[in-house]
């Protein structure tokens, strides 16, 4: 391990050196190894980036298990995730300029667009990411835009079961999914993308709400706060 990155509340991830590069490693985190819900999660992603090697997603390099549980190691992807973005131009006392937003958005939609329409074998993958927000969209200083976190992605004949109440990240958040009237599907990943730049041009959430459970009512009964939105 070259060094820690991230610890969720599902997963550790840590900077690896695989292969002569600089690579990510993806592990759940000690308390899930025996959680089935947990270890699907992981081997979905496996599986889609296995299944979709696209320039805008990372490129699957290994999957496996030891004794300190199932990983997969994946290409690290270049760039900074929207969050970053925001952060950064804070931190020196400024907003995002409505330039990079509009760029963003151009070529995040363009890049989805892409991933939806993917085909195999048999015809289109039908392929929904699941869980598009701030810190799964990346943004590198050539202006190219990927996506990470593939564990809730659905796609045609996929052999893993997907719960039909995945929500992916609040507030970017469908409402009717919210409500539960309507199951993940590439509408769904329209509207979290387009939460995701709306959190770029606010520069903060979209929603009044600050705990899972008051954004959840929030999306499902109002949807996202756009207000003060100047592009």
């Keep these: 391990m070259v060094r820690t990155v991230g610890a969720g509340s599902t997963f550790h991830l840590a900077v690896v050196r695989f292969a002569g590069r600089e ?21 979905r992603e496996a599986l889609a980036l ?6 805008s997603v990372p490129e699957l390099l290994e999957r496996g298990e030891d004794d300190r549980g199932p990983y997969v190691v994946q290409s690290r992807l270049a760039g900074a995730t929207l969050r970053e973005l925001v952060d950064g131009f804070h931190e020196r006392g400024r907003e995002v300029p409505s330039s990079l937003v509009r760029l963003v ?27 598009l927000a701030p810190d799964h969209v ?9 996506f990470a976190d593939f564990g809730l992605s659905r796609w045609r004949g996929m052999s893993e ?21 309507h199951v993940p599907d590439q509408s769904c990943d329209v ?6 730049i709306a ?21 499902s009964e109002q949807g996202l706060d756009l207000s003060l939105i100047h592009i």
């Design 105 to 131: 958005a151009e070529r995040s939609f363009r890049a989805l667009a892409e991933l939806h329409g993917l085909r195999g074998e048999e015809g289109p993958l039908d392929l929904v990411h699941g869980d």
């Design 50 to 55: 296995d299944l979709l090697r696209l320039d």
């Design 23 to 43: 690579c990510i490693c993806k592990r759940l985190r000690m308390r899930l190894l025996d959680e089935p819900k947990a270890r699907s999660v992981l081997r």
């Design 138 to 146: 990346l943004l590198d200083t050539d202006g190219k835009v990927s």
């Design 191 to 196: 509207f979290a993308l387009a939460g995701s």
């Design 161 to 181: 079961v997907a719960e039909p109440n995945e929500l992916g990240s609040l507030p970017f958040v469908a409402p009717e999914l919210a409500r539960g009237d």
């Design 199 to 219: 959190f770029l041009a606010l520069g903060r959430e979209p929603c009044a709400g600050t705990t899972p459970a008051a954004r959840l009512v929030e999306v």
